[in-house]
Nanobody, 114 residues
Framework: QVQVVESGGGVVQAGGSLRLSCAVS????????MAWFRQPPGKQHELVAT???????EYVDSVKGRFTITRDNAKNMVYLQMNSLKPEDTAVYYC????????WGQGTQVTVSP
């Protein structure tokens, strides 16, 4: 069973930055289209950013220009650099395949204060 462990969340003021990390125990990781999702309080999971195995990324409009998704295939890691954070970015952040194929991990809480 694939294990996914997210980390790096915290409490920051608006305008601040955080870098989220995700460790994945999957031997075919380098071939997978990975993604970061988030779940704001009381809402469903929403797709934030995706990254193919060969490095093509896409972002939801609300984070374009502020968030950057990267990966290290040698370490089976996915990262999300989040800059210029806004209160509306407050959520639990999860990584998964682009199609959310795996069970959700524990996520990492990001709280942005005004």
């Amino acid at each position: 069973q694939v294990q996914v462990v997210e980390s790096g969340g915290g409490v920051v003021q608006a305008g601040g930055s955080l870098r989220l990390s995700c460790a994945v125990s999957e031997s075919t990781f380098s071939f997978l289209h990975m993604a970061w999702f988030r779940q704001p309080p009381g809402k469903q999971h929403e797709l934030v950013a995706t990254l193919t195995g060969d490095g093509t990324s896409e972002y939801v409009d609300s984070v374009k220009g502020r968030f950057t998704i990267t990966r290290d295939n040698a370490k089976n890691m996915v990262y999300l650099q989040m800059n210029s954070l806004k209160p509306e970015d407050t959520a639990v952040y999860y990584c998964n395949t682009q199609t959310a194929f795996w069970s959700w991990g524990q996520g990492t809480q990001v709280t942005v204060s005004p």
